[in-house]
């Protein structure tokens, strides 16, 4: 069967309509939007957002709503304000051999192996990273940086709660959906004369005998042979009842569950949906009863069917689903406090841009990711594989990396001399006599033995590395650097 794109596009339009009335769009700091919207009990669920709906929503609104389809969501920026990412990914394609443009092939009926093994270094140009240097790009408080980078992870973390959450929301929200609600009662039906009427025996619940109850509970082990609390199979005669046995009816929605509240009342009815087994005695079944059978006549409409479900299952689940509307407020509280503190600390710290758009920030943010992708046919390609190579440091953090790891840092740093620096050759590496502990020989034109390039950020670094460090003095923050970084 073929998709109808106007269905969809209309579907569309009247979710976004239905989203807009309830307050339920959320733009997350991340750029990603979410969206949550409630049935008709009333019960808030977060709803998933596809490609055509997103599309649909930026001609609604006019605003630059997009499909991430790197990320599988909607998104209203591409900008984040809880880091300094550029979420669009910029690919670089290897080669398997060299650089000759090889791809592999293979056949339906083969089957093939990868090893994918990497030695990288990030080279950096200090003309490039010079260039990002200003009066607003100073280096960062490292207290505020610190801060700021376990805000960040605080909230990461947090969402993976929220997420699962809202996923065992979505759960109980279907179970709910698919179950009904049940009764139960102890009692022979008095046999219909009318062949058209298919006699079902009544559930089992405890009898509250009244007047009206005697007629109907007459043989049912009171007084005769049978158990205390059973009822026949079948549509048996009532001066002589042979079977027995113990059955569960489900109110069928929405018209069992309507004549239900209307037999029992506003009251009896609340405290049947609470999971009372006291709101409804075995008369008000007998009443449904006839009622159905009225009903199967005239317009073959059930008002219960036999079922399994034991009395009580539909309320449970209901009031599961409320204990995590609880949880899922409490930890969107949590998440947007969490944000707000992040967006307090980076107004504190006076400069986003220098965060982002600093020579030490462009080190701190930095995120390389490997995929592997298989072309299809019409040239499309579909990741089949994705690893970090290497995930973010995070601001305020490359001291302490490059603490770590004292002898393999990773980054390269250097520059280019100009015609003048005779000295040098090449892209020639940022240097820092200070962390050498040692005297230059005279032969190096250069004092500093830096390019200069490379002196426009040399001190730039070295005071951002410092405050990062919190180390009360140069020598000692000298001291704990290797020689080799």
Same mark, same amino acid.
């Given at each position: 069967?073929?998709?109808?794109?106007?269905?969809?596009?209309?579907?569309? +339009?009247?979710?976004?309509? $239905?989203?807009?009335?309830?307050?339920?769009?959320?733009?997350?700091?991340? %750029?990603?939007?979410?969206?949550?919207?409630?049935?008709?009990?009333?019960?808030?669920?977060?709803?998933?957002?596809?490609?055509?709906? =997103?599309?649909?929503?930026?001609?609604?609104?006019?605003?630059?709503? /997009? /499909?991430?389809?790197?990320?599988?969501?909607? +998104?209203?920026?591409?900008?984040?304000?809880?880091? =300094?990412?550029?979420?669009?990914?910029?690919?670089?394609?290897?080669?398997?051999?060299?650089?000759?443009?090889?791809?592999?092939?293979?056949?339906?009926?083969?089957?093939?192996?990868?090893?994918?093994?990497?030695?990288?270094?990030?080279?950096?140009?200090?003309?490039?990273?010079?260039?990002? !240097?200003?009066?607003?790009?100073?280096?960062?408080?490292?207290?505020?940086?610190?801060? !700021?980078?376990?805000?960040?992870?605080?909230?990461?973390?947090?969402?993976?709660?929220?997420?699962?959450?809202?996923? @065992?929301?979505?759960?109980?929200?279907?179970?709910?959906?698919?179950?009904?609600?049940?009764?139960? =009662?102890?009692?022979?039906?008095?046999?219909?004369?009318?062949?058209?009427?298919?006699?079902?025996?009544?559930?089992?619940?405890?009898?509250?005998?009244?007047?009206?109850?005697?007629?109907?509970?007459?043989?049912?082990?009171?007084?005769? %042979?049978?158990?205390?609390?059973?009822?026949?199979?079948?549509?048996?005669?009532?001066?002589?009842?042979?079977?027995?046995?113990?059955?569960?009816?489900?109110?069928?929605?929405?018209? %069992?569950?309507?004549?239900?509240?209307?037999?029992?009342?506003?009251? +009896?009815?609340?405290?049947?949906?609470?999971?009372?087994?006291?709101?409804?005695? =075995?008369?008000?079944?007998?009443?449904?009863?006839?009622?159905?059978?009225?009903?199967?006549?005239?317009?073959?409409? +059930?008002?219960?069917?036999?079922?399994?479900?034991?009395?009580?299952?539909?309320?449970?689940?209901?009031?599961?689903?409320?204990?995590?509307?609880?949880? @899922?407020?409490?930890?969107?509280?949590?998440?947007?406090?969490?944000?707000?503190?992040?967006?307090?600390?980076?107004?504190?710290?006076?400069?986003?841009?220098?965060?982002?758009?600093?020579?030490? %920030?462009?080190?701190?943010?930095?995120?390389?990711?490997?995929?592997?992708?298989?072309?299809?046919?019409?040239?499309?390609?579909?990741?089949?594989?994705?690893?970090?190579?290497?995930?973010?440091?995070?601001?305020?953090?490359?001291?302490?990396?490059?603490?770590?790891?004292?002898?393999?840092?990773?980054?390269?740093?250097?520059? $280019?001399?100009?015609?003048?620096?005779?000295?040098?050759?090449?892209?020639?590496?940022?240097?820092?006599?200070?962390?050498?502990?040692?005297? @230059?020989?005279?032969?190096?034109?250069?004092?500093?033995?830096?390019?200069?390039?490379?002196?426009?950020?040399?001190?730039?670094?070295?005071?951002?590395?410092?405050? $990062?460090?919190?180390?009360?003095?140069?020598?000692?923050?000298?001291?704990?650097?290797?020689?080799?970084?």
């Amino acid at each position: 069967m073929g998709i109808n794109l106007a269905d969809i596009i209309k579907g569309c +339009r009247k979710f976004w309509s $239905e989203v807009t009335a309830q307050n339920g769009l959320v733009k997350n700091t991340d %750029g990603t939007i979410s969206v949550y919207i409630s049935n008709s009990n009333g019960i808030s669920s977060p709803a998933q957002v596809s490609k055509q709906c =997103c599309d649909v929503l930026a001609e609604m609104t006019t605003e630059p709503y /997009y /499909y991430d389809l790197d990320a599988q969501k909607c +998104r209203w920026s591409d900008k984040s304000s809880i880091d =300094c990412a550029d979420n669009q990914p910029f690919k670089i394609v290897l080669n398997p051999k060299g650089n000759d443009g090889t791809i592999f092939y293979f056949q339906d009926n083969e089957k093939c192996s990868l090893l994918v093994d990497f030695d990288y270094l990030f080279k950096f140009d200090c003309d490039t990273l010079g260039d990002m !240097i200003s009066t607003a790009a100073k280096p960062i408080d490292p207290s505020i940086a610190k801060n !700021i980078t376990s805000l960040q992870n605080q909230i990461a973390d947090q969402q993976v709660i929220c997420e699962e959450i809202n996923s @065992q929301l979505i759960y109980l929200l279907k179970e709910y959906t698919n179950l009904s609600y049940s009764i139960t =009662c102890d009692s022979f039906p008095i046999p219909s004369t009318d062949p058209r009427v298919i006699e079902t025996p009544l559930p089992t619940k405890p009898i509250r005998t009244t007047p009206t109850q005697e007629l109907p509970f007459k043989n049912t082990g009171f007084g005769g %042979g049978l158990a205390p609390f059973s009822y026949p199979a079948d549509t048996v005669s009532l001066s002589s009842p042979t079977k027995t046995t113990s059955v569960t009816f489900c109110l069928t929605e929405p018209n %069992g569950l309507m004549e239900w509240e209307n037999i029992l009342g506003t009251n +009896r009815y609340q405290q049947f949906i609470e999971g009372d087994p006291k709101s409804y005695t =075995c008369d008000d079944v007998l009443q449904l009863s006839d009622l159905n059978n009225s009903l199967l006549l005239t317009s073959n409409t +059930r008002l219960f069917i036999e079922c399994t479900t034991p009395f009580g299952t539909k309320t449970n689940v209901k009031k599961q689903i409320d204990a995590v509307l609880i949880l @899922q407020t409490e930890c969107n509280t949590k998440l947007t406090d969490l944000q707000t503190q992040l967006t307090n600390a980076q107004a504190a710290k006076g400069d986003i841009v220098g965060l982002c758009d600093s020579p030490i %920030g462009i080190l701190e943010t930095l995120d390389v990711s490997m995929t592997i992708d298989v072309v299809e046919p019409n040239g499309d390609l579909t990741t089949a594989y994705e690893y970090h190579l290497f995930p973010a440091i995070g601001a305020g953090n490359l001291y302490n990396y490059l603490l770590s790891h004292g002898d393999n840092s990773g980054f390269f740093v250097c520059g $280019e001399p100009n015609s003048s620096e005779t000295w040098a050759t090449g892209c020639t590496a940022l240097y820092y006599e200070e962390l050498l502990n040692e005297v @230059q020989a005279e032969s190096y034109h250069n004092p500093e033995n830096n390019v200069s390039e490379c002196g426009k950020i040399k001190d730039y670094f070295l005071t951002s590395l410092f405050n $990062e460090s919190g180390l009360a003095s140069t020598q000692d923050f000298n001291n704990s650097l290797s020689t080799n970084i």
